[in-house]
């Protein structure tokens, strides 16, 4: 029944003097699929972005001064702070004096330490997920080399891992510790249970 047949209908129920009413009816439109889907969460929570991003380091590039002895030492010496480095990055695998001696000659040669010098800086991002800033690894080494070894040499010591003191050092340390730890949680537990022994024996 089209609308013009309703509207016919109802002007023939009404009386005369009254007018007609039409009604027309309308159907509702269908929801649009986009509005159906949910939002997303536009925050974004801290640690997905280090996971990112990485996280930032515990000093700064150019935080020399936070370390001055470590800092006149690579100003003259850098390839003495990089075997350092590298001894603790490898955990053991190379000698101070062999990474040294490599960062020595590659400098003399060519000026292409900074080659090496790069990959373990990487290699130390990596292992603490820290981001790569200011600059780019190779960026940093090439234009501030010194500037470079000396934050990544404060950022192993202020992790605990204090490049000077080597590897057998920080080894020796490491099991020191562990020790002194056992020997605290047996004497945590002798005393424990000695307190229920003797509260046995009151009762």
Known sequence: ?????????????????????????????????NHSETPQDSSTSLLDVDLVIGRPWTSGLFDC?????????????????????????????????GRSSCYFFLMLASYSQWILSTEYRTKLRKKFNLEEAPYTDVVSHIFCPCCSLCQEFRELKNRGLDPALGTILLTSQYVSVMLVSNVFNRIQKNGQGFCLIAGNNEL
Do not use: W
């Open 1 to 33: 029944m089209g609308r013009h047949e309703i509207t016919e209908e109802i002007k023939e129920t009404l009386p005369s003097d009254q007018p007609a009413i039409t009604t027309t009816t309308t159907q509702p439109q269908a929801s649009s699929s």
């Open 65 to 97: 001064r936070q370390d001055q002895t470590n800092s006149i030492a690579t100003a003259f010496v850098p390839c003495a702070t990089f075997g350092q480095i590298s001894e603790v990055l490898d955990e053991g695998k190379s000698t101070c004096r």
